[in-house]
């Protein structure tokens, strides 16, 4: 199984920031879809963001478009999401998804 990994989730207070990065293989990075998902305490996982590997279209579900944006970085075989203007409620472990490939899972929480 292709090995994809998250970084940088943590502690932040409501209104802050945080980016969450995913390095995946290359041939995997530039040739599938990749999405990120957030899986609340309790919750099934749910669809955050994703960007098109045909257009690099990108999209994100109600709860997070404004605040939340996907990217990549070709050159460094990276996905990022940033997330601004955080809430209690985006609290949850956010997985990084390539193809049909899942990390680990990063931690984020958003409290006071």
């Known amino acids: 199984q292709e090995h994809v990994m998250e970084s940088g989730g943590g502690l932040v207070q409501p209104g802050g920031s945080l980016r969450l990065s995913c390095v995946a293989p290359k041939d995997i990075f530039t040739n599938r879809n990749m999405y990120w998902y957030r899986q609340a305490p309790g919750k099934s996982r749910e669809w955050v963001c994703s960007i098109a590997i045909s257009d690099g279209s990108t999209y994100c579900t109600d709860p997070y478009r404004g605040r939340f944006t996907i990217a990549k970085d070709n050159a460094k075989n990276t996905l990022y999401l940033q997330m601004n203007s955080l809430k209690f409620e985006d609290t949850g472990v956010y997985y990084c998804?390539?193809?049909?490939?899942w990390g680990q899972g990063n931690q984020v929480t958003v409290s006071s």
């Open positions: 998804k390539a193809g049909d490939s």
